[in-house]
Nanobody
Framework: QVQLVESGGGLVQAGGSLRLSCAAS????????MNWYRQTPGNQRELVAAITGGGTTNYPDSMKGRFTISADNVKNTAYLQMNSLKPEDTGVYYC?????????WGQGTQVTVSS
């Protein structure tokens, strides 16, 4: 059974930083890779960052510069370091992975950035 558990969200002032974690069980990030998505109020869920099983990272152009994805394959945990946060970054952040075309999602962690 695949389980993804996010943590690390919270309330932060604009300009601050947060590091989100996603702990996985039943699946290996070193094989399947992992993605971070977010859903901000009134918007569709969007990709924030991705890391392949081999450790290659990818970011949409709009996310480059302030977000950094990483993974600890021993702990089977992925991270999202978020710096220079803005109020428009407020939303629910989800980790996602897939295996054999079956998607798996965490429950999400709320990030709130105050102005």
């Amino acid at each position: 059974q695949v389980q993804l558990v996010e943590s690390g969200g919270g309330l932060v002032q604009a300009g601050g930083s947060l590091r989100l974690s996603c702990a996985a069980s039943g699946i290996q990030f070193s094989i399947n890779g992992m993605n971070w998505y977010r859903q901000t109020p009134g918007n569709q869920r969007e990709l924030v960052a991705a890391i392949t099983g081999g450790g290659t990272t990818n970011y949409p152009d709009s996310m480059k510069g302030r977000f950094t994805i990483s993974a600890d394959n021993v702990k089977n945990t992925a991270y999202l370091q978020m710096n220079s946060l803005k109020p428009e970054d407020t939303g629910v952040y989800y980790c996602h992975t897939s295996r054999n075309w079956i998607p798996y999602w965490g429950q999400g962690t709320q990030v709130t950035v105050s102005s």
